[in-house]
């Protein structure tokens, strides 16, 4: 059911038991499988409302919350692409699902590039965005604290606003943000690419922006994409 806002109500909740993670889930629609996979502080809401609507109509659309993150509690392991990646594969597993495509943003780009990288027998294709191959692709007002207080690339404070707002009304640990928000903040994902892959660039889109340009997304989305 789509709500009077635009929101598409999931036809499946659970949570999946992996590698000690209770990780919430919520299936859309029936297709091709596709896996969302949301980044750093943020939830299936706060990433992709705005584009399950229409995804869901080619796919069964699966969304993670992963470890830390939205309904899913924080466990005593350091929150690494190859553990999300490991819990992820876990997920397909119980659900009877052999291989998905897989659509990340920022944390959640740096897992599916892991999924590609050390699972490619589980991936139909792969769509990482707002996500680095290594340290140094990172821009510099990323990686410089002096310049991340005034640049436009950096989450706005309405951003972290969202955040902490989902964070509190949802997680079973609502008094951690601050804490998980500074944890999340000092790691860093390292992986490495690999041919045949397609680059999209979306014009005058900031990092944290990404999935909310749905009338730039959408169309790509779907041409590559099964």
């Known amino acids: 059911m789509e709500t009077t806002t635009g929101r598409l109500e999931p036809r499946l909740t659970g949570y999946a038991d ?3 993670v209770h990780m919430y889930y919520e299936v859309y629609g029936d297709g091709s499988p596709l896996v969302l996979l949301h980044g750093g502080m943020l939830t299936i809401d706060l990433n992709f409302a705005a584009l399950i609507p229409a995804l869901a109509r080619a796919h069964q659309v699966i969304g993670v ?4 993150h939205g309904r899913t509690a924080d466990i005593n392991r350091e929150i690494t692409p190859a553990a999300l990646a490991s819990d992820v594969v876990g997920l397909l597993d119980q659900l009877g699902i052999d291989r998905a495509h897989v659509f990340g ?11 590609g990288i050390n699972h490619p027998d589980r991936v139909r294709s ?7 191959v ?11 604290p002096a310049r991340q207080a005034s640049s436009a690339r950096m989450p706005t404070p309405q951003d972290f606003l969202d955040m902490q707002e989902a964070y509190q009304r949802l997680s079973p640990h609502p008094d951690h943000f601050n804490d998980f928000l500074a944890m999340l903040s000092q790691s860093t994902a390292d992986t490495r690419g690999w041919p045949d892959a397609q ?17 730039l997304l ?7 994409l099964d």
């Open 65 to 68: 919350e992963m470890q830390g």
């Open 199 to 215: 680059l999209a660039v979306l014009p005058g889109t900031t990092h944290m922006q990404v999935t909310r340009r749905a009338e």
């Open 134 to 144: 290594r340290p140094d692709g990172l821009h510099e007002d990323l990686t410089d």
């Open 126 to 132: 792969l769509v990482p965005a707002s996500a680095s």
């Open 18 to 20: 992996v590698n000690g």
């Open 218 to 224: 959408l169309p790509m989305l779907a041409r590559f």
């Open 105 to 115: 943003h920022s944390m959640g780009g740096a897992v599916t590039l892991e999924l």
